[in-house]
């Protein structure tokens, strides 16, 4: 079964907003998550500069032996990246599935404020449904 490791959100500046793992085998700490949040922000806006091409947006896909990382960068600049096993397929839509929870149920939320961290139960509640819909999807294929 293809499996989603973890789940991250990072605002515009680079700041981890929102973290989730779903089981992976080596649980990451707070620090850990920060610092993999911080990298990749700084990877993914080094890779708009280098690009030989006008207009590139960043990293989207990044393959490695023991996983892949899918990323989705908003208009805004917010990015979602998932952390999954290799050769998952579909974690585009997925992505786009978690920036339209993130629309509707944190940013038109009264009290949140932008670029803080997220801390809102019903995005929470519909994200879990979201991703085991992902995972049985995965399953039925």
Not at 62 to 70: C, Y
Request: charged letters at 20%; proline letters at 3%; a negative charge.
């Amino acid at each position: 079964m293809a499996a989603i490791y973890s789940l991250y959100v990072i605002n515009k500046s680079g700041g981890l907003i929102f973290y989730k793992d779903y089981g992976s085998k080596g649980r990451m700490d707070t620090n850990d998550s920060l610092r993999v949040a911080s990298l990749w922000h700084s990877m993914h806006a080094i890779s708009q500069q280098l690009s030989p091409t006008t207009g590139c947006t960043g990293i989207e896909l990044l393959e490695a032996d023991t996983f892949d990382l899918h990323c989705f960068q908003s208009l805004t600049g917010t990015k979602f990246f998932v952390v999954c096993e290799p050769g998952t397929q579909n974690m585009e839509d997925l992505l786009k599935a978690v920036y339209e929870l993130y629309t509707d149920y944190v940013l038109k939320n009264p009290f949140y404020e932008m670029e803080m961290p997220i801390r809102c139960e019903l995005f929470d509640i519909n994200l879990t449904r979201a991703i085991q819909k992902d995972r049985v999807a995965l399953l039925g294929r």
